[in-house]
């Protein structure tokens, strides 16, 4: 009989945890799993649609203060639809997941940990409060980084036999087809288009990129910056731009589902950011063969391996960022090294394949 997991969600966005969600539920063999979509979250989200098309979706929201009720009404849909395994995709609010998950009999429960939980000493004390409070309700922590794995053993003092590390993973070939065709029908300028990816809020930095870019347009360079993706800080982003003087040649593109094909359009693509779990837009820059200069934290350094794969630079430093922008974009030789090098990586450690493998192994063990 094939198993039942309900994939617990605590948000609908277009980022890399509700990506990797929906292909887990998308390629997991159904044969041998069923799969349901538990979403937590309050609002409403246009991407509710994809869960959706995919799999049965109940919505038990979370509203603070009320725990007790939260984890009586998840018990009651854990119960109702007879799910026996439980993927929760929020660290820390987990352990209420795993507490109803319990309750209802549900035999196995694990956490997916995609962002750093011991960013800053307020946000540390509380993961380890909350990772060890979950300890006997939970069966495990998925990291999705080998930097993620090393902050839960070291940082959050979880035991490491109980963290297992699973990387993110992309249709690869998928990817590069789409940012083929879109490359094949591309109009040439001579202007250097530069994308990023990236929800716009506080752990990622737009505002270098930006500051980068007027640094390069005023060295008499033609460029262009496509910036995909929306949050709390794109007004402040937009000012920034006005203020620099580069608001005509910044494009605000919000939330997108066609990154393969902006990824084809452009000459490079920029991780400019502060913190991060397991960056989906840089394996699909990698996919896409578009060269990268990322933010050197030791995420980008892990799957960049060291800066073969993508150029590294140091946090905040727009000189060094322009620097990188300029380079790329005026040594073929150089471009080729990086796309060669990402591609085989990407192929070889983060395929989709591979990571529906591993869950497939994880959750059949239940």
């Given at each position: 009989?094939?198993?039942?997991?309900?994939?617990?969600?605590?948000?609908?966005?277009?980022?890399?945890?509700?990506?990797?969600?929906?292909?887990l539920?998308?390629?997991?063999?159904?044969?041998?799993?069923?799969?349901?979509?538990?979403?937590?979250?309050?609002?409403?989200s246009?991407?509710?649609e994809?869960?959706?098309?995919?799999?049965?979706f109940?919505?038990?929201?979370?509203?603070?203060?009320?725990?007790?009720?939260?984890?009586?009404?998840?018990?009651?849909?854990?119960?109702t639809?007879r799910?026996?395994?439980?993927?929760?995709?929020?660290?820390?609010?987990?352990?209420?997941?795993?507490?109803?998950?319990?309750?209802?009999?549900?035999?196995?429960?694990?956490v997916?940990?995609?962002?750093?939980?011991?960013?800053?000493?307020?946000?540390?004390?509380?993961?380890?409060?909350?990772?060890?409070?979950?300890?006997?309700?939970?069966?495990?922590e998925?990291?999705?980084?080998?930097?993620?794995?090393?902050?839960?053993?070291?940082?959050?003092?979880?035991?490491?036999?109980?963290?297992?590390?699973?990387?993110?993973?992309?249709?690869?070939?998928?990817?590069?087809?789409?940012?083929?065709?879109?490359?094949a029908?591309?109009?040439?300028?001579?202007?250097?288009?530069?994308?990023?990816?990236?929800?716009m809020?506080?752990?990622?930095?737009?505002?270098?990129?930006?500051?980068?870019?007027?640094?390069?347009?005023?060295?008499?360079?033609?460029?262009?910056?496509?910036?995909?993706g929306?949050?709390p800080?794109?007004a402040?982003?937009e000012?920034?731009?006005?203020?620099?003087?580069v608001?005509e040649?910044?494009?605000?593109?919000g939330?997108?589902?066609?990154?393969?094909?902006?990824?084809?359009?452009?000459?490079?693509?920029?991780?400019?950011?502060?913190?991060?779990?397991?960056?989906?837009t840089?394996?699909?820059?990698?996919?896409a063969?578009?060269?990268?200069?990322?933010?050197?934290?030791?995420?980008?350094?892990?799957?960049?391996?060291?800066?073969?794969?993508g150029?590294l630079?140091?946090?905040?430093d727009?000189?060094?960022?322009?620097?990188?922008i300029h380079?790329?974009?005026?040594?073929?030789?150089?471009?080729?090294k990086?796309?060669d090098?990402?591609?085989?990586?990407?192929?070889e450690?983060?395929?989709?394949t591979?990571?529906?493998?591993?869950?497939?192994?994880?959750?059949?063990?239940?």
């Amino acid at each position: 009989m094939p198993v039942r997991i309900a994939h617990v969600v605590g948000a609908l966005d277009y980022g890399g945890v509700e990506t990797n969600a929906l292909n887990l539920i998308r390629y997991l063999p159904p044969d041998e799993f069923i799969s349901s979509v538990i979403y937590t979250g309050e609002s409403e989200s246009a991407r509710r649609e994809d869960f959706e098309r995919l799999a049965a979706f109940a919505h038990c929201p979370y509203i603070p203060g009320g725990r007790v009720d939260f984890i009586r009404r998840l018990r009651s849909v854990f119960r109702t639809s007879r799910i026996e395994v439980s993927l929760s995709y929020a660290f820390g609010n987990h352990f209420l997941v795993c507490a109803a998950a319990r309750l209802a009999g549900v035999e196995r429960s694990y956490v997916r940990v995609a962002g750093s939980p011991s960013r800053g000493r307020k946000n540390t004390l509380k993961s380890i409060l909350l990772a060890h409070a979950a300890r006997p309700v939970c069966s495990g922590e998925i990291a999705v980084s080998g930097v993620i794995r090393e902050e839960l053993a070291r940082s959050i003092h979880l035991p490491a036999r109980r963290i297992r590390m699973i990387p993110n993973g992309c249709d690869t070939e998928g990817i590069l087809e789409r940012a083929t065709r879109a490359r094949a029908g591309r109009t040439f300028t001579g202007e250097i288009v530069v994308l990023m990816v990236a929800r716009m809020d506080d752990a990622k930095d737009q505002g270098t990129l930006i500051h980068a870019v007027a640094q390069v347009a005023r060295g008499g360079v033609k460029i262009r910056v496509d910036l995909a993706g929306d949050g709390p800080e794109r007004a402040a982003h937009e000012r920034l731009c006005q203020r620099e003087g580069v608001s005509e040649i910044v494009c605000f593109l919000g939330n997108r589902r066609d990154v393969p094909e902006l990824l084809g359009a452009s000459d490079i693509a920029v991780l400019a950011t502060r913190t991060e779990g397991m960056p989906n837009t840089l394996l699909e820059a990698m996919s896409a063969r578009t060269p990268i200069v990322a933010t050197d934290i030791p995420i980008c350094r892990e799957v960049l391996r060291g800066g073969d794969c993508g150029v590294l630079v140091p946090p905040g430093d727009t000189n060094a960022l322009a620097e990188a922008i300029h380079s790329i974009s005026t040594d073929g030789t150089l471009r080729r090294k990086l796309t060669d090098s990402a591609f085989q990586r990407v192929t070889e450690i983060y395929g989709r394949t591979r990571m529906v493998e591993e869950y497939a192994r994880l959750l059949r063990s239940a």
